[in-house]
């Protein structure tokens, strides 16, 4: 666990795909961990989670305070099932799209 400071805010991007990675680098963000798999308990309030999580992941990390960038893009089925490269994410046309996330209490 990281230490906890006033303004200390962390952008994890969460990907075990190369061409997510370069395409994230591509673009500028300012990543300052880059994770195969999200450790929920890991995100403090004001933290921002990039990635294409479950959706019940996605709901942890904004119950925690945190934002939830979620990468989307669209794949043709041809595409998928295999790994894309950068140049086939801005193909397909990724991009980040913010999303507030919460499970309805009482549901099954």
Partial sequence: MRETQPNCRTTFFVSRHPGAVEWA??????IDRQVDHL????????DTVIGTLPVHLAA???RRGARYLHLSLEIPPEARGRELSAEE???YGARLEEYEIRKIQGTA
Avoid: M, N, S, W
């Fill in 25 to 30: 680098r591509r673009q500028g963000l300012r």
């Fill in 89 to 91: 994410l801005d193909k």
């Fill in 39 to 46: 450790d929920v308990e890991e995100i403090q309030p004001g």
């Fill in 60 to 62: 942890q990390v904004c």
